[in-house]
């Protein structure tokens, strides 16, 4: 099976709870050469928030996924490509895990399936958001990164395996890890890509890299820059 993600490199994940920096539109982002805006954060999120960068990247030429923190904000439009629904293996609670799931399964009944994919996220850095919402187990080897990797890919048939260090650069050991353990699964690494370096050096192991913060922090050179790293390495 193909799927979008098995050609991608670079992901732009966009925060619809922060601001761009002055000058920067969200057609300039669009146009830094990413595979695929992703939209997402873990708070602040609402449904006014979300359409309004949906909006906004959906008049330009790039792949663009909705990823939501909760059932409440997703949204119909034809403008998404798909959806990319987070499931966090290391949660402290099974809410992250299948229970958003079920209640969303529960309040909407059928689902556009076609366009829907799970992330099996591994979340890494304790300071992020995601991982105090979540109570994630960061406190983790790389040998137990490569074990949920492989449990995502063989046990659960996960397309996407997401090594998140959200706001910190990681451990390129511990992505390297996740990076042998999955053959199938396509591997997202995100967290603390800030240039060319730090870009280059997760996509030596990671299939695609993620750049969230930079883009509201720096904007359009700095972006660029990790997209060409992601085709380089
Ligand atoms: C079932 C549905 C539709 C949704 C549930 C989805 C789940 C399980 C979400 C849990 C994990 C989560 C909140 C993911 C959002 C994406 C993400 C990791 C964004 C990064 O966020 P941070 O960088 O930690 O936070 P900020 O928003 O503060 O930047
Ligand atoms: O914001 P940064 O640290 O680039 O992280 C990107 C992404 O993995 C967040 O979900
Ligand atoms: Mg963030």
């Given at each position: 099976m193909t799927t979008p993600w098995d050609d991608w490199n670079h992901v732009l994940k966009l925060d619809p709870d922060k601001e761009l920096p002055e000058g920067v539109t969200y057609g300039d982002l669009c146009a830094t050469g990413t595979d695929a805006i992703e939209v997402g954060g873990t708070m602040g999120i609402t449904e006014e928030n979300m359409s309004a960068v949906i909006e906004a990247c959906a008049e330009h030429d790039v792949a663009l996924y909705q990823e939501p923190s909760n059932p409440e904000v997703v949204l119909e439009d034809d403008a998404l490509d798909g959806y990319l629904i987070p499931t966090v293996f290391n949660a402290g609670s099974p809410f992250w895990i299948t229970e958003a799931h079920k209640e969303w399964v529960r309040l909407e009944g059928d689902l556009d399936w076609e366009r829907t994919t799970t992330e099996a996220y591994i979340v890494l850095n304790p300071e992020a958001d995601v991982a105090e919402l979540t109570e994630a187990?960061?406190?983790?080897g790389a040998d137990d990164v490569a074990a949920y990797a492989t449990v995502a890919e063989h046990m659960f048939g996960q397309e996407i395996v997401y090594v998140e260090y959200s706001g910190t650069l990681g451990d390129e050991g511990v992505v390297q890890a996740a990076g042998e353990a999955t053959d199938q699964s396509t591997l997202f690494y995100g967290g603390g890509i800030h240039d060319y370096d730090s870009a280059y050096s997760m996509a030596q192991y990671a299939d695609v890299v993620v750049v969230g913060d930079l883009a509201h922090e720096e904007g359009i050179e700095a972006v660029r820059e990790t997209v060409e790293a992601a085709n380089d390495a």
């Open positions: 187990n960061c406190d983790l």
